[in-house]
C-alpha cells in the first residue's frame, strides 16, 4: 500500500513539474519560449510600451498548473526575447515563500551545478526592497535564472504596501544592453526620418 502511495505521489509530481523538466534552460529554454528568438505578434497579443521595451503575456506558454501567465521582455523594434518574469501573489509571506522554494528546489535539482551566490547589486533589478533570492544559476556567460521571494513591506511601513509573491525570472546577461541598443537605434532612424521629410 505504501509503495502504491509513494509510485501515485511520484507519478503526480512528474506530471506537475513536466513544463519545468523538459525544458533545457542550459540552452536558454524556459516555459516554452526562447531567449534571443523574435516573438512573432498575432492578432490576440498584448504587448505594452515598457520603458524602452516591450512587456508582452506569453499567449502559448508552456507552464506547471499553478504558474498562471508568463511575462515577455522583448525589444523594441525585432521583438527579440530578452527576458521571461513568472510572478504568482499569495495572501500571506510564508505560502510566497514555500511556493518560491519549490520552484528553486525543483530547478536546483536539475541545474546545481550552475548555482552561484547572489551578489546585492542583483535586488535592484526588483521592484521591491524586501526581496530574498534564494536561488540564482548562470549558465556560462550568456543568461541566467533567478528565483526569489517577495515579502510585504513590514506592518509599521507607511504607504503603499507590497503583496507577498514568488518569482521566477530567467534572462539574458545582455538583457539592458539589448533594450537600450534596439532603443537608440529607432529613435535615430525615428531622427533621421523626420529631417528628411523638414522642408517639404
Do not use: C, W
Request: cysteine-free; glycine content about 4%.
Amino acid at each position: 500500500m505504501l509503495r502504491k502511495l509513494f509510485l501515485l505521489f511520484i507519478h503526480i509530481s512528474l506530471i506537475f513539474t513536466a513544463p519545468l523538466s523538459y525544458a533545457d534552460a542550459t540552452e536558454g529554454e524556459l516555459f516554452g519560449y526562447k531567449l534571443g528568438d523574435k516573438y512573432t505578434f498575432t492578432d490576440k497579443t498584448i504587448a505594452l510600451p515598457h520603458g524602452k521595451e516591450f512587456h508582452t503575456l506569453a499567449e502559448t506558454p508552456v507552464t506547471p498548473e499553478d504558474i498562471e501567465y508568463v511575462l515577455l521582455n522583448i525589444t523594441a523594434t525585432s521583438h527579440t526575447i530578452t527576458q521571461m518574469v513568472t510572478e504568482t501573489i499569495f495572501e500571506n509571506n510564508q505560502d510566497a515563500l514555500s511556493f518560491a522554494k519549490k520552484y528553486a528546489n525543483i530547478l536546483r535539482a536539475k541545474y546545481g551545478k550552475y548555482e552561484t551566490k547572489p551578489i546585492a547589486f542583483n535586488l535592484i533589478n526588483f521592484d521591491s526592497v524586501f526581496p530574498s533570492i534564494l536561488l540564482q544559476l548562470e549558465f556560462e556567460d550568456t543568461h541566467m535564472l533567478t528565483v526569489m521571494f517577495v515579502s510585504t513591506f513590514p506592518s509599521s511601513t507607511k504607504g503603499v504596501g507590497v503583496t507577498p509573491r514568488a518569482k521566477i525570472i530567467f534572462e539574458s546577461k545582455k538583457h539592458k544592453d539589448m533594450i537600450n541598443k534596439e532603443y537608440k537605434d529607432m529613435v535615430l532612424h525615428e531622427t533621421k526620418e523626420k529631417k528628411s521629410l523638414q522642408g517639404l
